[in-house]
């Protein structure tokens, strides 16, 4: 079942007309394009296919619970009414993940193996359901017919131009945050862990990604008010504390910090070896610029990178 798309109440920019009712008939032809896509998913619930497994979800739901409330953030405000959690064979998933178009966690099988892989992998994955999230669609260009589809989760959102011509078709998309929202949901992980099941966050599958946050919480973020707003923000939707990051790094960084995605994703995109290995290099450089203690390296990086 797919999620309701929200439609945007804000004033549309100048110049622009808003047509609501096209605006829902876009969002009605996306929401069958996700069906369609459904369809390929195969998967079990976890209720019926490992009972200890399931013991082992509901330990990582209290888990996650207990870490909140210490952090005085309330659940009942958050996404819990329902968790629907399957297991999938499917080769494209190697792990977990969130699916926030259909609200339900998919593991993979192979993550059954280790309990503690497994714990983790679901808590990591509790987190992101948990996160603001939610599907919008808006008119982008009136004169144009163009839409734009907008999945949010955390920090990080994904954004679909879909172009009527006559008939619908999806064409760019383009990803902010992700790395960043990825290294603060394996951090969150990794809190939220008991002392004796916490692992070094190298082990990490986004260790990168991990360093990257404690960089930005450490040296953006002062103290308990600044990791309580740093938190909370992931949680509530709320980005606009992150312009504090320019603050630090300077002009330009946070557009530098949202357009770095994760190796997974670029992965995914570049078929060539060579050339996904020269993305590779930027990104470390660029995520060296923000988790560097040497301020000489950052700022030779800092006319590296343009900024």
């Known amino acids: 079942m797919v999620k309701e798309f929200s439609y945007s109440k804000e004033s549309p920019p100048v110049g622009v007309k808003r047509d609501l009712n096209k ?46 409330k210490k952090q005085n953030i309330n659940i009942n405000d958050l996404n819990i009414k329902k968790f629907n959690v399957y297991v999938t064979e499917s080769e494209t998933m190697s792990g977990g993940q969130y699916q926030l178009i259909y609200d339900r966690i998919c593991i993979n099988k192979s993550q059954l193996i280790d309990k503690e892989i497994l714990m983790r992998t679901f808590i990591h994955e509790i987190f992101h359901k948990l996160s603001s999230n939610g599907l919008h669609m808006a008119q982008y260009k009136q004169e144009d017919n163009e839409f734009i589809n907008k999945i949010k989760s955390g920090y990080s959102s994904e954004y679909s131009i879909i172009e009527s011509r006559p008939e619908f078709i999806r064409t760019r998309e383009m990803r ?25 966050i190298k082990t990490s599958s986004y260790a990168t990604e991990v360093a990257l946050a404690i960089a930005i919480l450490v040296n953006v973020y002062d103290g308990q008010d600044g990791f309580k707003e740093f938190i909370e923000g992931y949680f509530s939707g709320k980005m606009m504390h992150l312009r504090k990051v320019e603050k630090y790094y300077g002009k330009k960084s946070l557009s530098l910090l949202a357009n770095i995605q994760t190796k997974a994703h670029f992965k995914h995109l570049c078929d060539d070896e060579q050339l996904f290995r020269r993305v590779c290099e930027v990104r470390n450089s660029v995520i060296l610029f923000f988790t560097t203690k040497d301020n000489t390296e950052r700022e030779d990086l800092r006319n590296k990178l343009g900024l």
């Open 23 to 68: 605006i829902k008939e876009v969002a009605e032809w996306q929401a069958k394009h996700y069906e369609k896509n459904e369809e390929k998913i195969i998967g079990v619930e976890l209720k019926e296919y490992s009972v200890e497994a399931m013991k082992i979800f509901d330990e990582a739901r209290h888990l996650v619970f207990e870490f909140l």
């Open 176 to 200: 902010i945050f992700e790395a960043f929202n990825e290294g603060i949901t394996d951090l969150l992980t990794i809190l939220a862990l008991p002392s004796e099941k916490k692992k070094d």
